[in-house]
Nanobody, 123 residues
């Protein structure tokens, strides 16, 4: 189990870039890490995931080519670099973790979650 805290959210204009960070209170070098997002009218949806060794990376089709997930195990940090942001990307973004499960991409596969950080993209 790890405790996760997201940061980096904010208000940006369409076309801008933003980087979200996720800091863990414990070591997560053996965990697959993921990013999810949620809006009031939708369930929490998968955005991206990266395995412990960084050998397996997955993206939702809606963000592929625009978002990049990365991790720095030495610093217990995970990042989500978002580019070409659009209003449709507006949501609360959550960091999640699960030990092992290299190919995890669904909500039920992740055990630990952060509190979320708001990203708002204006037109």
């Amino acid at each position: 189990q790890v405790q996760l805290v997201e940061s980096g959210g904010g208000l940006v204009q369409a076309g801008d870039s933003l980087r979200l960070s996720c800091a863990a209170s414990g070591r997560f070098s053996s965990y697959t890490m993921g990013w999810f997002r949620q809006t009031p009218g939708k369930e929490r949806e998968f955005v991206a995931a990266i395995s412990a060794s960084r050998g397996t990376i997955s993206y939702a089709n809606s963000v592929k080519g625009r978002f990049t997930i990365s991790r720095d195990n030495a610093k217990n940090m995970v990042y989500l670099q978002m580019r070409s942001l659009a209003p449709e990307d507006t949501a609360v973004y959550y960091c999640a973790a699960v030990k092992g499960l290299t190919r995890a991409t669904t909500r039920g596969e992740f055990d630990d979650w952060g509190q979320g950080t708001q990203v708002t993209v204006s037109s």
